[in-house]
């Protein structure tokens, strides 16, 4: 059966790896809305743009009068609610934005969703779902524990980006609670994989070590991270828009827990064997350990075993497997790199905090 998906933030990391599965693998109509930040790159959706059932649409999710409109043309049957600011070093540098989006976006999404709702007739509003993403990082730290965190896990936020990740979860769920607004949300760990804006600590890496550079390492790098194949969590998050129950949290994770700087050292022998140096040494010796950034979670971990038992879904990738395929996708796809930084940012150190 065809239905109608509004994605918000459709032109990320995570939202175009969404609107990709859902184009190439069903027969859904999508409408991208997306405010082209600097993450934000329709690049990574070359491959499905000419495609009928896709639209895009430069919005910003603040702008009530144009998301109305859009919800009025469009008439969709579910929302993907991806938009957000999410790097933890740049929120530290410059709260304001992710309070905007993050906050006050979920909150203009929500209310222009729910009186499209309301206004719906039975038999489609029985139906309609309202999915929002969010992160583990609302859960705040698991050090010195071998816990995981789970859908009860109390939030307990570190950064000035997780505190707006748990602010909008908490209003998604005020609205369901409060309205009876039809919703579910998912929390994710870690996410890699290919169209990775380059200031995330993989495709940092990458880039980096191709290009001569140090490999920064924060404080001793053993803080420890679950990493999801990005293109695992959008089967998820497909899986929850279509098949969750409302009312609903899931928790997405990849099973796969690494020190980040096993996670650097595993890139670098990738690297070694793959674009071996000139110089023949290895890319492990550009790694630089560099001061901690403010207030940094030690381990995150995710229980995924809910949406395993009852949507059926687990990861197909390994980090093995995972992160040998995003390593070749960089090195295949450099020339798409250069062209996503737009100046702005350099793969310079973001969140120092001083």
Not at 19 to 42: F, P, Q, S
Not at 205 to 216: E, F, T
Request: negative net charge; charged residues 25%; glycine residues 8%.
């Amino acid at each position: 059966m065809m239905i109608k998906i509004l994605v918000t933030g459709g032109a990320g990391f995570i939202g175009s790896a969404v609107i990709r599965h859902i184009i190439k693998n069903t027969e859904h109509h999508v409408l991208n809305i997306d405010k082209l930040t600097y993450a934000g790159n329709l690049e990574s959706l070359i491959s499905i743009s000419d495609n009928p059932r896709y639209q895009f649409s430069e919005t910003d999710i603040c702008d009530h009068a144009a998301v109305e409109q859009l919800f009025s043309d469009f008439q969709p049957d579910i929302v993907m609610h991806l938009a957000a600011e999410s790097h933890v070093d740049r929120s530290i540098d410059g709260p304001a934005a992710f309070i905007t989006t993050n906050i006050v976006g979920t909150y203009t999404l929500l209310e222009v969703a729910r009186k499209y709702w309301q206004n719906l007739d039975e038999g489609k509003k029985s139906k309609f779902k309202f999915h929002h993403i969010s992160t583990d990082e609302v859960y705040g730290d698991l050090e010195g524990t071998t816990d995981l965190f789970t859908e009860n896990t109390a939030y307990l936020p570190s950064s000035p980006y997780s505190a707006s990740k748990a602010s909008s979860d908490h209003l998604v769920r005020a609205w369901h609670r409060t309205y009876g607004f039809p919703v579910v949300v998912t929390n994710c760990s870690n996410n890699y994989g290919p169209y990775h804006f380059p200031e995330k600590l993989i495709p940092l890496v990458i880039l980096n070590a191709l290009d001569g550079k140090p490999l920064p390492v924060y404080g001793n790098g053993q803080q420890i991270r679950d990493w999801l194949f990005v293109e695992d969590h959008a089967r998820a998050l497909y899986r929850v828009a279509t098949e969750g129950i409302v009312g609903e949290t899931y928790n997405i994770g990849g099973h796969n827990e690494k020190q980040n700087i096993e996670v650097i050292k595993t890139i670098c022998q990738i690297l070694d064997e793959l674009e071996p140096q000139l110089n023949g040494q290895s890319y492990e010796k550009l790694m630089t350990f560099v001061k901690d950034r403010p207030g940094h979670d030690l381990r995150y971990a995710i229980d995924a075993s809910k949406i395993e038992r009852e949507l059926g879904w687990k990861p197909q990738e390994s980090f093995e497997t995972g992160i040998r395929k995003t390593v070749q996708w960089y090195l295949d796809n450099l020339e798409w790199c250069r062209r996503v930084q737009d100046g702005s940012y350099q793969r310079e150190r973001l969140g120092e905090a001083v």
